[in-house]
């Protein structure tokens, strides 16, 4: 069973940057076997892709993330981390932290850490 904790969501101004962090109870960043990642979800809608981290395929951010979003991944401290710059009020959503076993196919979440772009 995989746990998943974030940390580092709050109130940042528009324009400012942010870095979610989320820690994972198993060795899986550097697992061939599990895609590890972020998802959000704000008010009123799906919750929707940020950005993805395999170790065959790097990383693959959303359209909406890209050029101002860096997943940060560190497998001693079984961390993955997401730094977004240049932030707007649509950046405001609850951000999950994922995984997927590619064997199982189960899927994990963290609680969610809430990111508010406000200012």
């Known amino acids: 069973q995989v746990q998943l904790v974030e940390s580092g969501g709050g109130l940042v101004q528009p324009g400012g940057s942010l870095t979610l962090s989320c820690t994972a109870s198993?060795?899986?960043?550097?697992?061939?076997?599990?895609?590890v990642g972020w998802y959000r979800q704000a008010p009123g809608k799906l919750r929707e892709l940020v950005a993805v981290f395999t170790t065959s395929s790097g990383t693959n951010y959303a359209n909406f993330v890209e050029g101002r979003c860096t997943i940060s991944i560190d497998n001693a401290k079984k961390t993955i981390d997401l730094r977004m710059n240049s932030l707007t009020a649509e950046d405001t959503a609850v951000y999950y932290c994922y995984a997927l076993s590619l064997r199982s196919r189960r899927s994990y979440w963290g609680q969610g850490t809430q990111v508010t772009v406000s200012s």
């Open positions: 198993h060795n899986i960043t550097n697992n061939k076997f599990y895609t």
